[in-house]
Each structure stands twice: as C-alpha cells, then as structure tokens.
C-alpha cells in the first residue's frame, strides 16, 4: 500500500523560502506522477503542480515563478520549494500520488498534510 | 482557468436522506471530474474519477453523474460517517481546479 508523508517547518518568515518533503514508501516515484496541492484557512484548495514520471513538470501558472518540484529518486522522496512567501502562502500543503489516462486525471493517494504558517 | 462553481456551500441531512451536490463547469471538461471527500483533520478520499467510476472501497451509496459542463455527487442515504467537506476537481487542462467545497453535517 502506498505511503505519502510530508515533512518540513511549520513557520516561515515572509520573503523566505518554503521547503517540504513528501516521502512516499510501497510505490516507486518513478512510475505515476507526484505532485503537490494545498489548503487554504477557509477550505479552498489549489492544484500547485506535479511531476511526471519521466521527471517532466507542470506547474500552476499562477505560482510558476516562484516554485519547484524536484525529486530524489534514491531516496524515493519528491520535493516542493515555494520562494519569496507572503502570509498568502499560509495553508496546508499536501502531497499526492497521481495518474493520467486519454480520458482523465485523478490523484489517488495523498498524505496527510503539513500545516505551514507564514509570519514574522 | 477553468473556474469550477460548487453548490450549495453547506448541507445538513437527516440519516437516511438523499443528498446530491452540483458541480458546474466554466467550459466543457468531457468528465474529467473526479469527487474528494475530506473529513475533519483527514486528507481528501477519492470518491468518484471519470465522473461516474466509484474508487475502490468506496460505498456503493456514493454516485457520480454528469457530462459536459455539469456534473453531481449523490449520496443514498446519509450516514454519520459521511460527515465532511466534500470538494470536486476537473483535470481536463491545466491547472486542474477545484469546487469551493460543500461541508456536509448530519441533521
């Protein structure tokens, strides 16, 4: 059974960098894609981006500036890195566990979350 | 960006009741739509992916129907453990977006 958990600070100052870890144990990151989704105060929910198999990227086009999703495939650990945050960024980040056919796109399995707090 | 309008934003119902949420699309997404429920302190379950396709494990009381630009979630016969936020998300182009969101309480 496929194991996503995220890991990372759960404060960061404005204008730094966000960094999280999703480490994924019973499934190898480099089938499926793997991407990251967060939670706002509030409920609402946007896709921030994911990676393929083939360690292509797509990235929201709203936060395309300032993130990016690597990986370590030795460790079977995905990456998010969120530069320049404002208290906007404040949310819970999860990971997830994606798939893509001709006919739709579903994520399947996720973690459970890290809350993370933008403030000074 | 294809705006997703989720409704109603809240819903209470008695056990046993049939429920249904609306999703609607702001473009035709082919039933690229699939139905997450999260319950309080959980991350989101898939319920429902190609519009219709239950997930495996979940009751058989969740459906999913719709085509085009509308598409809804029904439950047939509320329990208590069906107790959440349940969210609906289109993954016909990028970036994939979700509905607002329906928290779902039990009257």
């Known amino acids: 059974e496929v194991q996503l958990q995220e890991s990372g600070p759960g404060l960061v100052k404005p204008s730094q960098s966000l960094s999280l870890t999703c480490s994924v144990t019973?499934?190898?990151?480099?089938?499926?894609?793997w991407g990251w989704i967060r939670k706002f105060p509030g409920n609402k929910m946007e896709w921030i981006g994911h990676?393929?198999?083939?360690?292509?990227?797509s990235y929201n086009p709203s936060l395309i500036r300032r993130i990016s999703i690597t990986r370590d495939t030795s460790k079977n650990q995905f990456f998010l890195q969120l530069n320049s945050v404002t208290t906007e960024d404040t949310a819970t980040y999860y990971c997830?566990?994606?798939?893509?056919?001709?006919?739709?796109?579903?994520?399947?399995?996720w973690g459970q979350g890290a809350s993370v707090t933008v403030s000074s | 960006d294809i705006q997703m309008t989720q409704s109603p934003p809240s819903l209470s119902a008695s056990l046993g009741e049939t429920v249904s949420i609306e999703c609607r699309a702001s473009?035709?997404?082919?039933?690229?739509l699939a139905w997450y429920q999260q319950k309080s302190g959980k991350s989101p379950q898939l319920l429902i992916y190609?519009?219709?396709s239950l997930q495996d494990g979940v009751p058989s009381r969740f459906s999913g129907s719709g085509s085009g630009t509308q598409y809804s979630l029904k439950i047939s016969g509320m329990q208590p453990e069906d107790e959440g936020v349940y969210y609906c998300?289109?993954?016909?182009?990028?970036?994939?977006?979700f509905g607002s969101g329906t928290k779902l309480e039990i009257k």
């Open positions: 997830a566990r994606s798939y893509t056919t001709d006919y739709y796109y579903v994520m399947d399995a």
């Open positions: 019973g499934y190898s990151i480099t089938s499926n894609s």
């Open positions: 990676m393929s198999s083939s360690a292509s990227t």
């Open positions: 473009e035709d997404i082919y039933s690229n």
């Open positions: 190609y519009a219709s």
């Open positions: 998300l289109q993954g016909s182009k990028y970036p994939f977006t």
